[in-house]
């Protein structure tokens, strides 16, 4: 099976970005939401990588089977 980075839609705060992120980890995202606010406050380059991963990665579609874990 074949890894693929989606937007999470069950762990977001604005649109899933740093969920998805997280989730294709398998890390906990309050640590992704806490380097996403470190490189904004640091460098304010965290707001454009954020907008444009949001553009980006596409939103997982809740009725994937593989995502229900159904066979």
């Known amino acids: ?34 380097v996403c606010a470190a490189l904004v406050l640091a460098y304010g380059s965290g707001i454009f990588l954020y907008i444009l991963a949001a553009i980006i990665i596409p939103i997982r579609d809740p009725y994937d089977r593989e995502y229900r874990n159904e066979d």
């Open 1 to 34: 099976m074949k890894k693929k980075l989606y937007r999470s839609t069950t762990d977001k705060m604005l649109s899933g970005v740093c969920g998805g992120i997280a989730e294709y980890f398998d890390i906990d995202s309050t640590i992704v939401r806490l």
